[in-house]
């Protein structure tokens, strides 16, 4: 049996490691081609933030306070109620969101106020359905991945439908002002507005809900346990047969 041939010399033979290295670097790449990555490589995703927002990613100091500012600009035709700032507390209470978020939606509300908006289209719509919808809408222009309106109806009184709906009439009358919503200078005069910094003045100390008001019946419902919803109403507790997170007596529901 005759062995096979041995391959011919090449200048590789004899190169040493360090030297066998130098040359297979000069050759170039073999293909043309990237190589393709391993199946168990480490995907590293980075997420880009919008100028301003990393400085304020921190929660809302005061509840009070943001409700208030926010139901003063999504009271587009009327000063806003006491009522009115309860639930918009709530929602802010339960969703929790940063206070750049809530600096976004405060520009956002603003900006469906006269003169930008002509139509007439968002007068009649509820303060509360108006903030969720904002806040819905700020957190989906600043995240690849946000919270579905699903998720914002189980923290007011109104279906992801409706929101969905305000959602896209105030897109309508945005337009391409949406983006001027999130600049640095806007931001900060948001942040300032919503801190607590300036509760002291006497549009708010006048306007706020007084300690005696937490008394009074409120609107708002507070998911149970089990999945129902109940009602507050002259001090008792009275939970609801619906398996929604809001209760199915409430009328703003479709």
Request: hydrophobic share 40%; aromatic share 4%; net charge negative.
């Amino acid at each position: 049996m005759v062995p096979p041939l041995s391959p011919p010399l090449s200048a590789c033979d004899s190169l040493d490691s360090d030297e066998l290295d130098a040359f297979l670097a000069s050759q170039g790449a073999l293909s043309h081609f990237p190589t393709p990555p391993r199946k168990q490589a480490v995907v590293t995703e980075a997420i880009e933030v919008l100028e301003g927002l990393a400085l304020c990613e921190t929660p809302l100091q005061d509840y009070d306070r943001a409700a208030f500012v926010l139901a003063q600009q999504a009271s587009i035709e009327a000063l806003p109620t006491s009522n009115e700032v309860d639930l918009i507390r709530d929602i802010l209470r339960r969703a929790d969101p940063p206070s750049a978020i809530v600096a976004i939606a405060h520009n956002i509300l603003a900006g469906l106020r006269p003169p930008h908006n002509t139509t007439k289209g968002l007068t009649e719509s509820s303060s509360d359905l108006l903030v969720a919808a904002a806040l819905s809408l700020a957190l989906s222009y600043t995240s690849d991945s946000p919270t579905r309106t699903l998720w914002w109806s189980g923290h007011c009184t109104w279906t992801a439908s409706r929101i969905d709906k305000t959602i896209m009439e105030v897109l309508f009358i945005l337009d391409f002002r949406l983006r001027d919503c999130s600049e640095k200078g806007k931001l900060q005069e948001a942040l300032l507005k919503l801190s607590s910094e300036n509760a002291g003045d006497a549009a708010f100390a006048h306007d706020c809900p007084s300690e005696a008001d937490e008394l009074m019946p409120k609107k708002s419902l507070d998911p149970l346990i089990d999945g129902t919803s109940s009602r507050c109403k002259y001090g008792q507790l009275t939970p609801d047969s619906c398996a929604s997170p809001v209760a199915a007596c409430c009328p703003h529901m479709d």
